[in-house]
């Protein structure tokens, strides 16, 4: 490709005939090169935003397209319509109940759940339910397999019919650096550790619950992010639901993104404080309501706050969309506010050495209040930390829900989590780390410019290597799934309520361990059932970020 | 004409005035002097916007200094310290660097070390790694879930059986998922603070009765009933039973079954067991097991389930084995039984401590017969006693509670734990350690 006249932005094929080229068809669109580059560098020089972030940031979430958005009311509306008419035939018996009813002698009881929460989970979910909780028998690696289920009563139960599908490829584990293996230092490591010490603890950290090996992986979590000390819990979501509270409490100001996980928002709410959500990732936003919160004080009394926490995560799972850290601690340093991270997502995932979202925007760790983090993603195990400073660790060993009450980790899955560790941070003596996450990198780049090539909407960051690829109507959830089964690809896709209404979703969950061969089979397939499903909606009409329009946000307030 | 299709038009306006009924003239009349006071009224914000100007707004963002993020912690706070176990901490423990015989755990049957269950979990290693890198939903759920879910069920003569990774996680996501906002839970006062929590979370009415005391809770049901007008303690009030059964699991009944096995209660008519599998089974999480209309609905609204990764497969296979090795051999529950009961009764007497619990219970707690006047001081007596007993060898602990969190906080205590593998004589030596350092410390 000689450079065209253009410069280097654009890219001019010369023709075999010697014609320069403007522009290609694909897909039925036409896309001149000119454009196409004019918007990739749009986007580059719009969020470069006053030299706080070293990289750009390249995020995007193309609009829906208004035929796709009401072709999937249309389509929810059918099926609402018929779930009503089939709810009416099971009253009247003309139709078989296979769910399970209330014992007889219970009939007249207060009933146990809400009849309409269960509307959407009788007559929707129920028809695609063979697209989760697939079980699997092997290590969920780049390949895994999957028992093979039948259901002869449409998906009211399941029998197994005995296969196994093997060799699926695993688009849906959280496998990010490829720890998850039963071969290898990691296992032998936890082997060794499981003959020596067993396998449970049978007591609390506080009483009799402390091993050795759990002091020696909090001072290496410390190490790892560069804070001052660390300590680890035995359940991600719990590290959220019961350090939060033990954090802040009535009269303090909590301000979380709109997107944030539940645990996150289990925790804000068992804490007692006022919780203000603010727009994903919208930084405007967050400032204004920092501004708000400290300039008029408390609801009705005006007394100022104690204090104000924010609450963002590092990735965003069902977006793929990365924090705006630089902006968010520079929000927080002007505010005086505390941050807490929540790096379930991107810890080990991101950043050149694998530190984090910190380490992804070449930012202090001193500067992030609070660092939490899960150990389920990319390291192999289970369990949760939270790191910072020694006062704020001295602080949750005394008064942790979790400490206090909860079993503490078991030792084969805390040496899984020192050596995965070590690899990582390069002290087991190889570059196997070094090279895992440079993997991840290159596989994210590389499967999401395949597929935005391709034509589907993607959403999230280029960076994350949580691909969200948008389905929108009821139907495509399950056929994609089933589709991609079919060609031995296991991919997880995502509906209601987990998502909004309309953006039902695909998310791929990209991994070091997946090998270029693997993507490009799961590509070559994604392909094809795009076509088949005609799931290839974009038209390529990125909308910058910053000129989308700042309304006013009147947030709401939740008080317990 | 067009002035006499008005007049006419007109004409029949009025006349269905007059034929209209009074009480519509009546109210068209008030809506019209409604709308009349409305357009006239002063609008006024809904929002009271104070006029700062914007310098006033800087200084006072200037001004705010928040608290610190943590109060400081002194350093001789009782629970900042922990103590290192060094090694597995199975009945001889090695705490601090001392040896001890293991009187904390709660290693009821004694399957922390069992060479078979180590087994299993080897195997399984092997077989799948250590996590599971998913929610149950995503590509989390492993053949050896499934299984131990059937053997969980199977166990209690249930119908289902849902786990969870986390034992604190079991009851507090169970609880929110079934009662919200305007349902009504009956609570003993001594409910672990993991129910505590969820209750919380679910933000139904709580009413707490005294613990153990059914007169009380009849009471409370009685007052309920009135309140609501309902006609006819669960089938009387229609009240629906969920039990908590952490500590009594594999312990109390014949099987190991539970307290509805030692009652000889029919399983059916409890809604909801929930136990974790940390205690006597001696692996990592939690279950609940009922019948399936009531279990099934936890897969999707329990929140510990859905939002959270699985259990590691080697703690299944482990629990799995555990739950193997309990229905081999129920002759240990006996075992059990007996040597509760005999250290319950070599620990009476001791002056200054009181024994409390039942004598069947594995785990008990001795208090303090008088307290001092302040819980700071009781903690600190009761520290004592449980080094000294450290230093001969006998590994105690204090039962340990957030006190500004708890609702019904208890007062400090020691609490012992039997477990199977202690033998006759350990207990014998450690029921004479507790007197003698007691006697050392309170006297």
Same mark, same amino acid.
């Given at each position: ?137 092997? =290590? ?71 091993? @050795? ?97 924010? *609450? ?57 209040? =609070? ?22 660790? @001295? ?15 078991? %030792? ?79 991919? =997880? ?68 | ?49 104070? @006029? ?42 090695? =705490? ?28 399984? *290693? ?16 492993? @053949? ?168 590691? %497969? ?19 529950? $006996? ?63 204090? $039962? ?44």
């Amino acid at each position: 490709m000689r450079p065209g006249p253009g410069g280097c932005c654009c890219r001019r094929t010369v023709r075999a005939n010697g014609c320069v080229a403007n522009g290609e068809v694909r897909n039925g669109y036409v896309r001149t090169s000119a454009a196409a580059a004019a918007a990739a560098s749009q986007i580059h020089h719009v969020t470069q935003n006053g030299g706080l972030y070293k990289r750009p940031f390249n995020e995007a979430f193309e609009e829906t397209p208004m035929l796709v958005a009401v072709l999937t009311y249309v389509g929810y509306g059918v099926l609402t319509l018929f779930g009503y008419l089939r709810d009416f035939l099971r009253h009247w018996r003309i139709e078989k109940c296979h769910h399970a009813t209330e014992r007889e002698e219970q009939k007249d009881f207060v009933s146990l759940y809400q009849d309409f929460e269960n509307f959407y989970t009788r007559n929707l979910y129920m028809r695609i339910r063979d697209n989760w909780n697939r079980p699997i028998c092997s =290590v969920p690696g780049a390949r895994v397999d999957i028992m093979e289920r039948q259901s002869y009563d449409y998906n009211w139960s399941f029998k197994y019919t005995g296969n196994i599908i093997k060799g699926v490829i695993n688009m849906g584990s959280y496998n990010y650096l490829g720890f998850a293996r039963n071969t290898g230092s990691c296992q032998e490591a936890a082997a060794k550790i499981l003959e020596e010490y067993g396998v449970g603890v049978c007591s609390t950290r506080q009483e009799i619950g402390n091993l @050795d090996k759990h002091e020696e992986l909090e001072e290496l979590v410390a190490r790892f992010l560069g804070v001052e000390a660390a300590m680890a819990y035995g359940m991600g979501f719990a590290t959220n639901s019961m350090n939060i509270p033990a954090l802040v409490g009535k009269g303090c100001l909590i301000l979380s993104d709109e997107l944030n996980h539940a645990s996150l928002v289990l925790g804000a709410r068992l804490s007692g404080a006022t919780i203000r959500i603010f727009k994903h990732n919208n930084m405007q936003s967050l400032e204004k309501l920092l501004k708000d919160a400290i300039v008029y004080g408390q609801p009705r009394t005006r007394r100022p706050w104690k204090k104000i926490l924010i *609450l963002v995560e590092g990735i965003y799972s069902m977006e793929g969309s990365i924090v705006r850290l630089p902006e968010v601690i520079a929000l927080k340093k002007k505010y005086k506010a505390y941050l807490y991270l929540d790096e379930a997502h991107s810890i080990g995932a991101l950043g050149p050495t694998g530190r984090g979202v910190v380490d992804y925007f070449g930012l202090d760790p001193e500067d992030v209040d =609070v660092m939490m983090g899960t150990f389920t993603k990319s390291f192999g195990a289970s369990g949760g930390y939270i790191g910072g400073k020694k006062e704020l660790i @001295d602080y949750l060993r005394t008064h942790s829900h979790s400490a206090v009450y909860a079993t503490s980790l078991s %030792p084969p899955v805390v040496e899984q989590i020192i050596t995965s560790m070590k690899c990582i941070m390069g002290q087991d003596g190889t570059s196997l780390g070094k090279e895992c996450v440079q993997q991840l990198a290159e596989n994210t780049r590389y499967f999401r410019r395949r597929l935005k090539e391709m034509g589907f909407i993607i959403y999230g960051n280029e960076d994350s290597p949580v691909v969200p690829l948008m389905l929108y109507m009821p139907a495509k959830i399950g056929a994609f799934g089933r589709e991609m089964l079919k060609r031995n690809i296991g991919v =997880v896709v995502v509906g209601f309520p987990a998502t909004p209404i309309i953006e039902s979703r695909a998310r791929f969950c990209l991994s070091a361990a997946h090998t270029k061969e693997i993507l490009d089979t799961a590509l070559k397939e994604i392909d094809e059932v795009g076509d088949l499903l005609q799931l290839k909606y974009s038209r390529h009409r990125l909308v910058p970020l910053l000129d989308r329009p700042f309304d006013e946000t009147t947030y709401e307030e939740t008080e317990d | 004409m067009a002035t006499a299709t008005e007049q006419w038009v007109l004409v029949e306006m009025v006349q269905a005035l007059y034929e209209a009924p009074a009480y519509h003239l009546i109210l068209e009349g008030i809506l019209i002097l409604w709308i009349i006071r409305l357009l006239f009224s002063k609008t006024y914000k809904l929002q009271e916007r104070s @006029d700062l100007t914007v310098k006033e707004k800087e200084e006072l963002i200037e001004e705010w200094q928040p608290e610190p993020l943590v109060p400081p912690v002194p350093k001789d706070h009782p629970a900042l310290n922990y103590n290192i176990v060094s090694g597995p901490p199975s009945h001889k423990i090695v =705490v601090n660097g001392k040896e001890c015989i293991n009187f904390a755990s709660f290693n009821f049957l004694g399957l922390l070390d069992n060479p078979r269950v180590k087994a299993a979990a080897l195997a399984s *290693l092997k077989k799948y790694g250590v996590g599971t890198c998913g929610p149950r939903g995503f590509y989390g759920t492993f @053949d050896v879930h499934l299984d131990l879910e059937d053997r969980l069920a199977k166990f209690m003569k249930t119908e289902e059986a849902i786990i969870y990774s986390y034992g604190f996680a079991t009851i507090a996501s169970a609880i929110p998922a079934y009662s919200k906002r305007g349902d009504i839970v009956f609570v003993d006062r001594a409910a672990c603070f993991a129910i505590q929590k969820g209750l919380q979370a679910s933000r139904s009415d709580i009413k707490l009765f005294k613990h153990n005391d059914m007169a009380d809770l009849e009471r409370l049901l009685k007052e309920q009933e009135i309140e609501d007008q309902k006609v006819k303690l669960k089938y009387k009030y229609k009240a629906r039973i969920f039990l908590e059964e952490s500590l009594s699991f594999g312990v109390l009944g014949e099987h190991g079954g539970g307290v509805t096995e030692h009652y000889g209660i029919n399983i059916d008519d409890i809604d909801l067991i929930s136990a974790n599998m940390e205690n006597a089974l001696a692996s990592i999480g939690g279950f609940c097991c009922g019948r399936s209309f009531v279990i099934d609905h936890q897969r999707l609204s329990g929140q510990g389930y859905c939002f959270s990764a699985s259990l590691p %497969p080697l703690l299944a296979a482990a629990a799995i084995e555990a739950l193997n090795i309990m229905e081999e051999n129920p002759g240990i529950f $006996a075992v059990l039984k007996e040597k509760c009961r005999q250290i319950h009764k070599a620990l009476q007497g001791i002056s200054g401590l009181k024994v409390v619990g039942e004598s069947l219970s594995p785990a008990f707690h001795l208090q303090l017969e008088e307290s001092t006047g302040s819980r700071e001081q009781d903690v600190r007596l009761l520290q004592e006693i449980v080094d000294q007993c450290m230093n001969r060898s006998i590994a105690l602990t204090q $039962a340990r509670y957030l006190e500004k969190e708890e609702k019904c906080l208890p007062p400090p205590s020691i609490r012992v734990v039997v477990t199977v593998e202690q033998t006759a004589e350990e207990l014998e030596r450690a029921a004479s350690t507790i007197k003698e350092v007691a006697q050392a410390v309170l006297l």
